[in-house]
């Protein structure tokens, strides 16, 4: 999945190598989390000011501005991504119903590779991980593919905790997911819009995976490579589902796809975009599958987990199917007595589950600390109010940071705690 790469592949892959740990903890929402940040808030602007925020005292401001101004002049960020699903299925008795997809951590930007160089040569000293039930990432697979959640768990959310460590034992820092619900078993009732904890809503990230007669062996996600989809048995992708209009309405020209807000609904007209190259599907119609029958008068909700079936819009039962690695359009069989539904074979039969991303950027190489930059702040909201007047709304903005603002010239204006 090229959605993000080790920068340098293989450099980093030495540097980290297999002493990142995902924990599993359970928990309940914590007052003031923030899953869902404001609409405003701009990505580069959290970009830079998480940067920017460094645990300091008053003898170190100096060194702190010029560390600042230098950042400005060549940014050296160190990005953490982490991938997840939005619902995980409990595993009950001896079963383990591993989390599918698999939670995936990428690390971005230079800043890892200014880090490496400062860290060669320094003694190694054992990663301090904890007591609880922790997995190694293999980052050559860059997933945690042995998570799961037994039946003694009673909680309904929880978080994935990474601990991150550089080869040397030096702790980089602990980093969350979002909240990951957990549910018995996909729903097989008829979906309502009472109740959206399960719906899947237009502009949401979804995950879609392929697996042969439940097996885990046998699962394929929906990827793109080298600006082809594919199906591959390593990698998934996330995808923006779209709702959009009825392309044979008169006002719509071709080429067009009007978007539209709302849950999605199987019948609904949709479009997948990959999230990380921009790939884009033709127009599809989303079908319910049952019994790997694709249901054609079914308009009901889309839920978690529901296995569905896209057919091309405007032909006559193509629908997208795999074939071992490869994405195909299948001609489906139609069924004299019943004209509500028509055959699909197993590579047509997809499992939409939706997906949450979080993206941690800070920038540590220029203040030479081996202390863990986690909490790392996080930017929910961006306002201006009045000129020079910017309200910012921050998580994990603990007492030893500081905010540090510029000038519209670049220049480092000063700094605030």
């Not at 060194?63 to 940014?75: A, K, N, S, T």
């Not at 309200?391 to 605030?416: D, H, K, M, Y």
Request: glycine share 6%.
């Amino acid at each position: 999945m090229e959605l993000c790469q080790f920068t340098p592949a293989e450099d980093l892959s030495h540097t980290l190598e297999n002493l990142v740990s995902v924990r599993k903890t359970l928990g309940t929402r914590r007052a003031g989390d923030q899953d869902h940040p404001s609409k405003n808030q701009g990505k580069q602007w959290r970009k830079r000011l998480c940067g920017l925020s460094f645990r300091s005292n008053p003898d170190q401001l100096d060194h702190l501005r010029d560390g600042v101004r230098r950042y400005l002049q060549l940014p050296a960020d160190q990005t953490v991504l982490i991938l997840h699903a939005k619902v995980a299925q409990k595993s009950y008795g001896s079963e383990k119903r591993f989390f599918c997809p698999p939670p995936c951590v990428y690390l971005t930007g230079p800043g890892w590779k200014l880090k490496q160089e400062q860290i060669k040569g320094k003694s190694r000293r054992k990663p301090r991980i904890g007591h609880m039930e922790t997995q190694k990432l293999n980052f050559e697979e860059h997933c945690a593919k042995a998570l799961y959640i037994s039946d003694t768990e009673k909680r309904k959310h929880f978080r994935l905790v990474l601990k991150l460590f550089f080869s040397n034992g030096q702790e980089i820092g602990t980093f969350h997911s979002k909240l990951i619900k957990v549910i018995s078993k996909p729903s097989q009732k008829k979906q309502s819009l009472k109740n959206t904890d399960l719906c899947i809503s237009s502009g949401s990230k979804v995950s879609l995976f392929n697996r042969l007669r439940s097996q885990t062996v046998s699962t394929r996600y929906l990827s793109v490579e080298g600006g082809t989809f594919i199906a591959s048995a390593r990698q998934w992708a996330a995808f923006t589902l779209h709702l959009g209009e009825d392309l044979t309405c008169s006002h719509c020209t071709r080429g067009e796809f009007p978007l539209r807000e709302g849950y999605i609904r199987y019948g609904s007209v949709v479009q997948l975009i990959c999230t990380a190259t921009g790939v884009t599907l033709p127009p599809l119609i989303i079908r319910k599958v049952t019994k790997q029958y694709a249901m054609l008068d079914v308009d009901e909700p889309i839920s978690q987990l529901h296995k569905c079936a896209f057919q091309f819009q405007g032909s006559d039962g193509m629908y997208l199917c795999l074939s071992t690695e490869k994405v195909i359009q299948f001609q489906a069989s139609p069924c004299p007595k019943e004209a509500n539904r028509e055959l699909l074979n197993d590579g047509s039969c997809w499992t939409i589950i939706g997906t949450e991303t979080v993206e941690y950027t800070f920038s540590d190489s220029l203040a030479c600390i081996q202390d863990p930059v986690s909490p790392v702040p996080l930017i929910t909201m961006l306002e201006v109010r009045r000129v020079f007047h910017l309200v910012i709304l921050c998580a994990a903005f603990v007492n030893l940071a500081q905010e540090w603002p510029t000038c519209g010239s670049g220049a480092t204006c000063g700094s605030r705690s």
